[in-house]
């Protein structure tokens, strides 16, 4: 059994594809080969396409480890989020692209995983130094940033990271009283992948008593289309400005991935609450049949056709597969 913590509960080797969805994933990989020829690539490009290649062909056909290493990899052997020539692409980049988050090093922690290697990296120390003096997991030096203006859904994707590192490697108890001091003094989040990412954290710990009471909340607001999105468009505003002037016309729209996160999210609440998630995602189900593509992305405003960020990515096709298989 394969599984990701991006994807909840997912075996990769067992999903089922549409056609649709296999000729898309084939594409999104045929049209990443001459990046990954030229090491121009992302981590999370790489991360991708293992995934897909796992969901398509229930194995993989690039060594992709041997990408990492000659691509991913620093002087000092240690993994880095973007290669050099990914980083010069980027506007205005070339003085900071590199960089260690912790997404990148859950990343090589999980290929060297996949592929049984015996690698030469300590992953416990490195999440170790990122342990930073509140509490949390991240690496201040990649994103020089308070905690109050980071994107709380990074920082606590990056702490459920740097837990199930720890955990694997037979280090976390002593860590254990520390971090469930810092998940227990974070107020719920209006955002589903945050408090996604919370429970997936204290699954880690054993500590699931510790989630929040009113975690089913967080559900009914996030609905959007057929299934969820990430954080209700309705209670957005523009914090500098201090009104909804710049966001009252944004349109949430459904996600396949987040709604898998809502699915997770739901099996910690009361029934009635259990009961409505999972009529949705029937729902959800019945419609990606018959339009599997209907995965578009968010758009800044409604007068105004240009998406923010990617609509059909790997990680939402195999959500959507997911979804229709159900597996959620």
């Known amino acids: 059994m394969i599984t990701h913590i991006l994807l909840p509960n997912i075996a990769l080797d067992t999903v089922e594809l549409l056609p649709q969805y296999k000729t898309w994933l084939e594409s999104w990989l045929q049209g990443i080969d001459c990046n990954i020829e030229d090491c121009n690539v992302a981590s ?25 290493e000659d691509c991913l990899t620093d002087e000092n052997g240690n993994p880095i989020a973007y290669s050099i020539f990914y980083g010069k692409r980027l506007y205005k980049f ?14 090589r922690w999980w290929v060297e995983k996949f592929y049984n290697s015996c690698s030469q990296i300590s992953y416990p120390s490195l999440i170790e130094q990122n342990i930073q003096p509140n509490g949390w997991i991240y690496n201040y030096k990649s994103s020089p940033t308070r905690l109050s203006t980071r994107m709380k859904s990074e920082y606590r994707m990056s702490f459920a990271m740097g837990i199930e590192i720890l955990k694997a490697d037979g280090v976390l108890k002593k860590y254990k009283k520390s971090f469930e001091a810092t998940l ?43 299934g969820y ?34 699915h997770h999210i739901s099996q910690y609440c009361d029934s009635p609450t259990k009961e409505r998630v999972q009529s949705k995602l029937d729902e959800f189900a019945k419609h990606l049949k018959k339009h599997p593509l209907d995965i578009p992305a968010f758009r800044i405003r409604d007068l105004v056709d240009i998406p923010f960020g990617t609509d059909v990515s790997p990680l939402e096709v195999i959500a959507a597969s997911a979804i229709i298989q159900g597996i959620a």
Not at 246 to 260: C, F, T, Y
């Open 94 to 107: 070339n003085d900071q692209w590199y960089q260690i988050p912790i997404h990148a090093i859950h990343t």
């Open 44 to 68: 999370s490009m790489c991360l991708q396409g293992i995934l897909a290649e796992l969901t398509l062909y229930k194995k993989t056909k690039r060594n992709w480890l041997d990408v990492f």
């Open 229 to 262: 999105c990430d954080f209700s468009v309705l209670e957005k505003k523009d914090d500098y400005m201090g009104t909804q002037k710049r966001s009252a016309r944004d349109i949430a729209v459904h996600s396949p991935l987040l709604s898998l996160y809502a």
């Open 184 to 226: 227990s003094s974070e107020p719920l989040a209006p955002y589903l992948s945050a408090e996604y990412f919370r429970i997936r954290a204290l699954e880690l710990l054993e500590s699931i008593c510790l989630m929040p009471p009113s975690i089913n909340t967080i559900l009914a607001p996030c609905e959007a289309g057929k």
